[in-house]
């Protein structure tokens, strides 16, 4: 019996606005991971525990991947909405990322209400730590999640970041 060759992701950068993103994608086309440059050492911590035995190698993503988180960054905070996202993660992990993205571009939600949502309104602890764990940043909006106060709270990519994210969709 042969050995499975690992999987060999592609590693593109994409220029934005607040900040070069790196974009993961798959050989089909799916986006594994999707993070800053200032939050590279995370966004590899990330794939190592999702996409384990995996290569990276640099190049450039799908162009209809990447022409979308383009459009998101100039102004067509729906352009994400249709990319197909492959993560590993556990199921209740899963379950709150796909919340995530359930989430409307320029509406926020509590982790109280994100609990809600997938029908475990007791989990909120356990909720923002999925959120926490989500390696695909923008796309599974984590940066939608706020305090119960109305508060910026915790943001792998840092608060001004987070600001700029929800500001930009709400102009939209």
């Given at each position: 019996?042969?050995?499975?060759?690992?999987?060999?992701?592609t590693?593109?950068?994409?220029a934005?606005?607040?900040g070069?993103?790196?974009?993961?994608?798959?050989?089909?086309?799916a986006?594994?991971a999707?993070?800053?440059?200032?939050?590279?050492?995370?966004?590899?911590?990330?794939?190592?525990?999702?996409?384990p035995?995996?290569?990276?190698?640099?190049?450039?993503?799908?162009?209809?991947?990447?022409?979308?988180?383009?459009?998101?960054?100039?102004?067509?905070?729906r352009?994400?909405?249709?990319?197909?996202?492959?993560?590993?993660?556990?199921?209740?992990?899963r379950?709150?990322?796909?919340?995530?993205?359930?989430?409307p571009?320029?509406e926020?939600r509590?982790?109280g209400q994100?609990a809600?949502?997938?029908?475990?309104?007791?989990?909120?602890?356990?909720?923002?730590l999925?959120?926490?764990?989500?390696?695909?940043?923008?796309?599974v909006?984590c940066?939608?999640?706020?305090?119960a106060?109305g508060?910026?709270?915790?943001y792998?990519?840092?608060?001004?970041?987070?600001?700029w994210?929800?500001?930009?969709?709400?102009?939209?």
């Amino acid at each position: 019996m042969r050995n499975a060759q690992p999987e060999t992701l592609t590693l593109d950068r994409v220029a934005t606005p607040v900040g070069e993103v790196l974009l993961v994608t798959d050989g089909e086309g799916a986006v594994r991971a999707l993070d800053f440059a200032d939050y590279e050492d995370r966004m590899s911590r990330l794939l190592r525990r999702h996409a384990p035995g995996a290569t990276v190698a640099d190049g450039r993503a799908p162009e209809g991947v990447r022409a979308a988180v383009e459009r998101y960054f100039s102004g067509d905070v729906r352009a994400l909405d249709g990319l197909t996202v492959r993560t590993g993660g556990t199921e209740f992990q899963r379950t709150v990322w796909k919340a995530l993205r359930a989430i409307p571009a320029g509406e926020t939600r509590t982790y109280g209400q994100l609990a809600a949502a997938i029908g475990s309104p007791r989990a909120v602890r356990a909720a923002g730590l999925a959120n926490g764990q989500n390696p695909i940043a923008v796309i599974v909006p984590c940066h939608r999640v706020i305090g119960a106060n109305g508060t910026l709270t915790g943001y792998a990519g840092g608060i001004e970041r987070k600001r700029w994210l929800l500001d930009h969709e709400r102009r939209a």
